[in-house]
């Protein structure tokens, strides 16, 4: 934040608290302070918590276990300490939530007294427990021979050498066996001292000082000096002690971090340690010649080897933390960091810090560079911060797969990331994902491999990463728009799911009447397809060079059940759609649906969510279509009522209205999808996407458009889908009946057929006679005509009524007050005259 905006923020402050202070000054403070603050070991939450530990010992009785149990998980570095010190301090605080605690440990202290004749009982469930662990082991070591895939095989553990010979040590592995003779004289005792901290500076012990034994193994060592030393000597000897105490505690974390399990990044810092360690081994042997050519006792000790305390303590402290938290990977470079951030103002101190650092990043960046310079994954241990999470190859997955490839096959790990590297650790997982995509599609990855090393300046690292990762973007970039034509693609979808080809449509629709009308178990689905790909060859489709990527699919329900089963996804109605769906009459209308086959790496984008989301638009769209060609259908073989005398005419009347009625219903819901949603929506989504950097903000966009397209569509408001598929199935109905009978009140009316209609009524005589022989118990033909008036009107209103429920105040669903405002032009179904019409309606159907 800059000086001028943090006065700007406190004058601000200090006008709506009412202070009289001037802003300067308040701003100088605070600098001061943060200054002040820089470089101290603990910060201001850390200094919240040790009131909150202060506050809670405070209300124990015996608050000295507490505060040991609180020192011991400090120097682990477990994870979320300072939330569960401040959640206690909470509990501590709440009398409600003690008192309940308090009852539940009663509770729990209530033991069920044990009898001598419940000991068999308890030795045969035991025993019943054991035999069904032991079937676990024997099923688990026998996998390889059971299971169809391989199993991922294990992180090898190789058995300490140092456990196995605990002799080949260097940390005090031997006992000195010499005897000491009080009589010495104190010249001799001085030499003899120095002679035994010579050895014990290389973890060998000596006559007067001896190692104690450790109780943990983590534990800086101690030293016992011999009673018999004079008391300045073993003063002094204790100033030198504790160098040989860092030297045990580095020796044996390098014993133990070099084996293979602990990760490369404990090997390397292992390796530097165990360097260091050499140095120090040629340092003592420099003092133990000048100790043989009479030139060194205990101050001159002192003076030469108290320069090299201070290091030696870094180290071992770094070692001794590490070891205690169980580091490996990414936590261990975290600890690292905070040590260097720690140690500003101490020259010396962060040096030494940055050499560790430096030396144990060098695998971890190795693993970085071959990842966003690859997009190989070379983690044998898994101390990497971004994980795979396939087992098998791509090419073994079905063909929705690649919805979930994307978003699941690599993951990051976020207790691996190093702390210096999580401002980018997004674009890190990014980078390596393009490659990686790039490789699988064939294409040789063309980036120099350019070595990553760590810096006290962020600026080194973290620009060779976003360098890496501007080029893997715009190489997949390039490879997935330009290459592989992804806007061609899209324009090629959206020309049949979306109905932008018009002719097609019209096309298909023409030669497919009769099979849409069938059973889905009567129809042939290869007939269909054949249809189809006669419809493309007939059309303006014949143009598009991915018209043989189109594919016919017929459902096993339809979209009502489709959407509702999608939007019921955690809700207390999901049960209720798990089940397949039961319908005893599936027409082709209600499951038919186009699929699109489409390559890697396009299906990325075009995955199988996304092809669902473009057949639901192409299933709710295609039925209004199929609906509204059935209403000019009957319009068409109305036309005859021309003919008809006037005053016999009158009595159709009230069908012609309500067709057309049902017409304008049907052509402005389908205006509204195509015109004032979807082309508004793709014009848009054009236009981001002429501005995306990478693959990821492009699956945005994408998802973003087929989600605002569903939404305005009223697919995704179930009340109102129910509405709309009423209405459709009452227009089909409605359709179908005027079909039926138009034969009848046309030979009424004329005396005979016209020679223009015989043929088609010719082809349905036996659903006419069917219809016919029923016409003894079914109602008027006027009636009828009431009926579906009523019912049309109730949907039409009910629909009119949920749109205007839509919250007004935002602009989620603005779209479809159009609509709202287009069915009720004028008020007209809105309006008092239609209310009280609708109302004698009803009043004379329900008569």
């Known amino acids: 934040m800059s000086e001028f905006k943090l006065q700007h923020l406190v004058a601000e402050l200090l006008n709506s608290l009412g202070g009289k202070n001037p802003p300067e000054k308040l701003v100088e403070a605070l600098q001061k302070s943060i200054s002040s603050g820089t470089g101290k070991e603990c910060s201001g939450s850390q200094v919240a918590i040790q009131s909150y530990v202060q506050r809670i010992a405070?209300?124990?009785?015996?608050?000295?276990?507490?505060?040991?149990?609180?020192?011991?998980?400090?120097?682990?570095?477990?994870?979320?300490?300072?939330?569960?010190?401040?959640?206690?301090y909470q509990i501590s605080q709440d009398s409600g939530v003690k008192s309940l605690l308090g009852r539940m440990d009663k509770h729990?202290?209530?033991?069920?007294?044990?009898?001598?004749?419940?000991?068999?009982?308890?030795?045969?469930?035991?025993?019943?427990?054991?035999?069904?662990?032991?079937?676990?082991?024997?099923?688990?070591?026998?996998?390889l021979n059971t299971t169809a895939s391989l199993p991922r095989a294990s992180t090898p553990s190789v058995t300490s050498w140092v456990?196995?010979?605990?002799?080949?040590?260097?940390?005090?592995?031997?006992?000195?066996?010499?005897?000491?003779?009080?009589?010495?004289?104190?010249?001799?005792?001085?030499?003899?001292?120095?002679?035994?901290?010579?050895?014990?500076?290389?973890?060998?012990?000596?006559?007067?000082?001896?190692?104690?034994?450790?109780?943990?193994?983590?534990?800086?060592?101690?030293?016992?000096?011999?009673?018999?030393?004079?008391?300045?000597?073993?003063?002094?000897v204790k100033q030198i002690l504790p160098i040989a105490s860092h030297y045990s505690l580095i020796q044996r974390f390098?014993?133990?971090?070099?084996?293979?399990?602990?990760?490369?990044?404990?090997?390397?810092?292992?390796?530097?340690?165990?360097?260091?360690?050499?140095?120090?081994?040629?340092?003592?042997?420099?003092?133990?010649?000048?100790?043989?050519?009479?030139?060194?006792?205990?101050?001159?000790?002192?003076?030469?080897?108290?320069?090299?305390?201070?290091?030696?303590?870094?180290?071992?402290?770094?070692?001794?933390?590490?070891?205690?938290?169980?580091?490996?990977?990414?936590?261990?470079?975290?600890?690292?960091?905070?040590?260097?951030?720690?140690?500003?103002g101490d020259e010396r101190t962060q040096q030494r810090c940055v050499s560790l650092m430096e030396a144990a990043c060098v695998p971890y960046m190795k693993m970085l560079g071959m990842w966003i310079y690859r997009g190989i994954i070379s983690d044998p241990i898994s101390e990497f911060l971004v994980k795979d999470n396939e087992v098998i190859q791509?090419?073994?997955?079905?063909?929705?797969?690649?919805?979930?490839?994307?978003?699941?096959?690599?993951?990051?790990?976020?207790?691996?990331?190093?702390?210096?590297?999580?401002?980018?650790?997004?674009?890190?997982?990014?980078?390596?994902?393009?490659?990686?995509?790039?490789?699988?599609?064939?294409?040789?990855?063309?980036?120099?491999?350019?070595?990553?090393?760590?810096?006290?300046?962020?600026?080194?690292?973290?620009?060779?990463?976003?360098?890496?990762?501007?080029?893997?973007?715009?190489?997949?970039?390039?490879?997935?728009?330009k290459e592989k034509d992804l806007l061609g693609r899209l324009k090629s979808v959206k020309h049949y799911f979306l109905l932008d080809q018009g002719d097609f449509i019209v096309t298909f629709l023409t030669l497919c009447e009769k099979e849409l009308s069938k059973d889905v178990g009567d129809v042939i689905q290869g007939r269909i397809e054949s249809l189809m790909d006669l419809a493309l060859r007939l059309s303006s489709a014949v143009s598009d060079p991915?018209?043989?990527?189109?594919?016919?699919?017929?459902?096993?329900?339809?979209?009502?059940?489709?959407?509702l089963k999608i939007l019921t996804i955690q809700?207390?109605?999901?049960?209720?759609?798990?089940?397949?769906?039961?319908?005893?009459?599936?027409?082709?209308?209600?499951?038919?649906?186009f699929s699109y086959e489409v390559h890697w790496p396009l299906s990325l984008i075009l995955n199988r969510k996304s092809l669902a989301c473009y057949q639901m638009i192409f299933r709710h769209l295609f039925y209004c279509k199929y609906v509204e060609r059935m209403i000019c259908q009957v319009w068409k073989c109305n036309k005859v009522a021309k003919k008809f005398h006037f005053d016999d005419a009158q009595h159709y009347r009230a069908a012609f209205a309500l067709r057309q009625r049902m017409l304008h219903c049907v052509q402005n819901l389908e205006y509204h999808m195509m015109v004032e949603v979807i082309e508004p929506h793709w014009c848009l989504f054009l236009q981001k996407i002429s501005k995306v950097n990478n693959v990821d903000e492009i699956l945005f966009c994408h998802r973003d458009f087929l989600d605002s397209c569903l939404k305005d569509c009223m697919l995704t408001i179930p009340p109102i889908l129910r509405t709309v598929t009423k209405l459709l199935s009452i227009c089909v109905d409605f359709c179908q009946f005027m079909q039926r009978t138009q034969k009848y009140f046309v030979e009424a009316e004329l005396g005979s057929l016209p020679s223009s209609m015989y043929e088609s009524f010719h082809q349905n005589e036996k659903v006419f006679q069917d219809s016919s022989s029923h016409a003894s118990t079914a109602p008027s033909f006027k009636e009828r005509i009431s009926l579906f008036d009523v019912q049309f009107s109730v949907a039409l209103v009910n629909l009119l009524d949920q749109i205007n429920n839509l919250n007004k105040d935002s602009s989620e669903h603005d779209r479809l007050f159009n609509l709202l405002y287009r069915l009720d032009f004028n008020s007209f179904y809105s309006g008092d005259f239609m209310k009280k019409d609708f109302g004698s309606i009803r009043i004379e159907s329900s008569g």
């Open 58 to 88: 405070e209300d124990l009785k015996n608050s000295e276990p507490f505060l040991l149990k609180f020192e011991d998980l400090k120097q682990k570095n477990v994870d979320c300490l300072g939330p569960y010190v401040q959640l206690l």
């Open 163 to 236: 456990q196995r010979r605990p002799t080949l040590s260097w940390d005090f592995s031997t006992q000195s066996f010499s005897t000491i003779s009080p009589a010495v004289p104190a010249i001799s005792q001085e030499n003899i001292l120095i002679e035994d901290l010579l050895s014990v500076l290389i973890g060998i012990p000596g006559c007067y000082i001896e190692a104690e034994e450790l109780n943990d193994a983590y534990a800086p060592r101690t030293f016992k000096i011999n009673d018999n030393v004079p008391l300045p000597l073993q003063e002094l």
């Open 254 to 344: 390098t014993e133990e971090k070099m084996r293979f399990e602990f990760g490369q990044v404990n090997n390397a810092l292992a390796e530097e340690m165990s360097a260091i360690l050499k140095e120090h081994l040629i340092y003592v042997t420099q003092l133990q010649d000048e100790f043989e050519a009479d030139n060194l006792n205990l101050q001159k000790l002192w003076f030469y080897i108290q320069k090299r305390l201070q290091p030696f303590g870094i180290t071992a402290n770094i070692a001794a933390t590490i070891s205690k938290s169980d580091a490996k990977g990414g936590k261990v470079l975290s600890l690292l960091h905070d040590h260097i951030i720690g140690s500003i």
């Open 394 to 481: 791509k090419e073994d997955m079905p063909v929705d797969y690649s919805a979930d490839y994307w978003d699941k096959k690599y993951s990051i790990e976020r207790e691996k990331i190093p702390k210096f590297l999580e401002p980018v650790s997004d674009i890190i997982l990014k980078a390596g994902k393009y490659l990686n995509v790039i490789r699988q599609c064939g294409k040789p990855v063309k980036n120099k491999i350019r070595p990553i090393l760590y810096k006290i300046e962020e600026k080194h690292y973290i620009e060779a990463i976003e360098n890496a990762y501007k080029f893997a973007s715009q190489t997949l970039l390039d490879l997935v728009v």
């Open 108 to 143: 729990s202290e209530q033991k069920t007294e044990m009898t001598r004749d419940d000991l068999p009982q308890i030795r045969s469930r035991l025993r019943r427990e054991a035999l069904k662990r032991s079937q676990k082991e024997l099923n688990s070591s026998s996998v």
């Open 571 to 593: 809700t207390n109605m999901e049960q209720d759609f798990r089940t397949t769906y039961e319908r005893q009459k599936l027409l082709v209308i209600d499951s038919f649906s």
């Open 546 to 563: 991915y018209k043989d990527d189109l594919r016919i699919e017929l459902l096993p329900y339809d979209l009502q059940f489709q959407m």
